[in-house]
Nanobody, 125 residues
Framework: QVQLVESGGGLVQAGGSLRLSCAAS????????MGWFRQAPGKERDFVAA????????DYADSVKGRFTISRDNAKNTMYLQMNSLKPEDTAVYYCAVFGFLRISRPTTYKVALWGQGTQVTVSS
């Protein structure tokens, strides 16, 4: 059983930066394809970014491309999301996820196998 714990959320002004972390614990013998999603109040949970288990391949939603960077440190079983140039529309609960299936292409297709509990990101104008 793998558990995911996000951290690093908070309140930031527009134009600022935050770095989210997602630590995996439990049965983490193998690396997993992982990603970030976000859900704003009253909206569906949306894909933000994905990273392959080796870290060699990444993908981003168009809305965050050029501002967010996904990365991972497999030795620490931790994934990150560096968020720069934040906008009020980035306000949401951010969830990390382990993919049961991930194919990074156009379009990227996936199936989430496990969710973290989420961390709130609020960007003030």
């Amino acid at each position: 059983q793998v558990q995911l714990v996000e951290s690093g959320g908070g309140l930031v002004q527009a134009g600022g930066s935050l770095r989210l972390s997602c630590a995996a614990s439990g049965r983490t013998k193998s690396s997993y394809d992982m990603g970030w999603f976000r859900q704003a109040p009253g909206k569906e949970r949306d894909f933000v970014a994905a990273i392959s288990r080796s870290g060699a391949t990444t993908d981003y939603a168009d809305s965050v491309k050029g501002r967010f960077t996904i990365s991972r440190d497999n030795a620490k079983n931790t994934m990150y999301l560096q968020m720069n140039s934040l906008k009020p529309e980035d306000t949401a609960v951010y969830y990390c996820a382990v993919f049961g299936f991930l194919r990074i292409s156009r379009p990227t297709t996936y199936k989430v196998a496990l969710w973290g509990q989420g961390t709130q990101v609020t960007v003030s104008s």
